[in-house]
């Protein structure tokens, strides 16, 4: 467990507002899932970085809820706008969906995950390593 950043928060937040948070600058790669659960909700595959959640400040969860996944895990999202935020691990592993992010986040994505689950209508175009199921990433 690392100690809260000293530096400057980064602001993240859904679509229409109603869920807001802060969070340290995140040190860590994006990963991009292609899993079956990432596509229903996002519309197409997710692309986040892992964050202690405890490193989260709240400023607004008004239109925040939680869906329960079939596999024991927990994905936030706004149940205004829809817009997918977070998702926590079975083991509590915390992840940050890296869109919800205002502005730059000085991140660059390193790696696919769930590749096998992807959908059919597209290719994955960049030479970034790729792993059939969550891998090592
Ligand atoms: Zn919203
Ligand atoms: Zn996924």
């Given at each position: 467990?690392?100690?809260?950043?000293?530096?400057?928060?980064?602001?993240?937040?859904?679509?229409?507002?109603?869920?807001?948070?802060?969070?340290p600058q995140p040190d860590g790669p994006v990963t991009a899932c292609h899993c079956r659960q990432c596509r229903k909700t996002s519309g197409h595959y997710s692309a986040s970085f892992d964050l202690p959640e405890a490193?989260?400040?709240?400023?607004?969860?008004?239109?925040?809820?939680e869906y329960a996944t079939p596999?024991?895990?927990?994905?936030?999202?706004?149940?205004?706008?829809?817009?997918?935020?977070?998702?926590?691990a079975a083991d509590g592993g915390f992840c940050v969906e890296a869109g919800a992010v205002e502005g730059p986040t000085g991140l660059r994505l390193a790696a696919h995950i769930w590749t096998g689950a992807r959908g059919d209508y597209y290719r994955i175009s960049d030479a970034l390593p790729q792993h059939e199921g969550p891998g090592d990433a």
């Open positions: 467990m690392s100690a809260p950043a000293a530096g400057p928060m980064l602001g993240a937040s859904c679509l229409c507002g109603g869920v807001r948070f802060r969070l490193a989260l400040i709240w400023d607004s969860r008004e239109t925040l809820a596999g024991g895990a927990t994905r936030g999202f706004c149940r205004r706008c829809g817009s997918s935020l977070w998702f926590r």
